[in-house]
C-alpha cells in the first residue's frame, strides 16, 4: 500500500454519538493525496468500538483503528495514536469534532508544500454546544496570521482539530510527555520551536463543547501536571522561555472553571505572581490582571 502524505490521529472515548459525523468529515475530503485516518479508541464503555470497527470494515485501505486492553487515558492515548501514524504530516480531529469544508486538507498542505520554515498550519473553527442549533462563536482570530513561540504560550489561538503538523517535528521531539493533561499546551510551543504556525481565517471545523470533552472532567489536580511540559521543552530549546510560560500556566490553575480548592488557589495566585516577576521585574499589567481573576475566583 502506497504510504499515505497524511495521517489524520482521531482519539475517541464514549463519543458514539459524535463519531459517525467525525469520520464522515474526513472521508469526504477531497484530496489530490494519499490520506489514513487511525483512531486510537480507548476502550469505550458505550458502542464507540463497534461503530470504528464497521467502518474499518468497510474502509480497509484508509481506516486503521487502534484498539486497547485497558483504558489508556487522554494523553497517553493520543501520543500512541500520533505514533501510529505514518505520514508526513499529522492532522488532528477529536472523535467529537468534526470538518466542515471538503477541501481543508488540500488548503493547508498546499501551503505547506511550499512553505518549508513553517511547522504547522491551523484554521478558524465554530464553537458549538451540543447540536448545531447552538453556536456560540467562532474560536479565533477572523484574519489570517503567522504564530511564533510567544503566541503559543498564552491562550490558545486556534482549534486543536484545526492543526495540521509535520511529522519530522513529532519525531524529533519524542512526542509530547504523556504524564500531561493539556495535549495542545504541549504540541503547540514544540511545534513553534521548530516554525512558525500558520493560521487561516477559514472556517473549516467545529468544536463542540461535549460533555466527554477535557473541561467536563479535568481537575487542578489533574492540571497541576501539565508542568512536566516545562522541562521537556527546555530539553528541546534551552533558549525556550520556561518562566514566562510558567507564571500562565499557574495562572491557568487557579482560573479554571472548576471549583478549585483554596489552598490551590493561594498557592498556584503566589506561583504566578513570583513567576511572572521572575522574567519581567516591571510585569504589572499581567500580574493585575491574573489578581484580578484570582478575587474572582475567590
Known amino acids: ?98 470538518w466542515t469544508d471538503e477541501y481543508k486538507l488540500q488548503k493547508q498542505i498546499d501551503f505547506l508544500e511550499k512553505n518549508s520554515d513553517f511547522s504547522a498550519c491551523a484554521h478558524q473553527s465554530l464553537v458549538l454546544k451540543g447540536s448545531k442549533e447552538f453556536p456560540i462563536k467562532n474560536f479565533g482570530m477572523e484574519i489570517d496570521a503567522e504564530f511564533t513561540i510567544k503566541d503559543t504560550i498564552r491562550h490558545r489561538k486556534f482549534h486543536t482539530s484545526s492543526l495540521v503538523y509535520r511529522k519530522e517535528y513529532w519525531d524529533k521531539s519524542g512526542g509530547i510527555p504523556s504524564n500531561i493533561s493539556s495535549n495542545e499546551r504541549a504540541i503547540y510551543p514544540m511545534l513553534a520551536i521548530f516554525g512558525k504556525i500558520k493560521y487561516l481565517k477559514d472556517n473549516m471545523c467545529v468544536y463542540r463543547l461535549s460533555p466527554t470533552g477535557l473541561n467536563s472532567k479535568i481537575s487542578t489536580r489533574e492540571l497541576e501536571t501539565d508542568l512536566n511540559i516545562l522541562l521537556w521543552l527546555k530539553k528541546i530549546d534551552n533558549k525556550f522561555p520556561v518562566l514566562n510560560f510558567r507564571s500562565f500556566l499557574h495562572l491557568c490553575m487557579f482560573t479554571y472553571p472548576a471549583k478549585v480548592p483554596f489552598n490551590l488557589l493561594i498557592k498556584h495566585y503566589f506561583s504566578f505572581v513570583f513567576f511572572s516577576f521572575s522574567y519581567f521585574p516591571k510585569n504589572l499589567g499581567d500580574v493585575k490582571h491574573g489578581t484580578f481573576e484570582f478575587i474572582k475566583k475567590v
Open 1 to 98: 500500500m502506497k504510504t499515505p502524505l497524511v495521517s489524520i490521529a482521531m482519539i475517541a472515548y464514549n463519543v458514539e454519538k459524535y463519531i459517525v459525523e467525525a469520520i464522515e468529515s474526513v472521508l469526504v475530503q477531497k484530496t489530490n493525496f494519499k490520506y489514513e485516518l487511525v483512531i486510537g479508541e480507548d476502550c469505550s464503555t458505550d458502542n464507540t468500538l463497534q461503530m470504528v470497527l464497521d467502518y474499518q470494515k468497510k474502509f480497509p485501505e484508509t481506516i486503521r483503528v487502534l484498539t486497547r486492553e485497558k483504558n489508556l487515558g487522554l494523553t497517553p492515548n493520543s501520543v500512541d495514536t500520533q505514533n501510529h501514524c505514518s505520514g508526513k504530516y499529522i492532522a488532528l480531529l477529536d472523535g467529537d469534532d468534526y
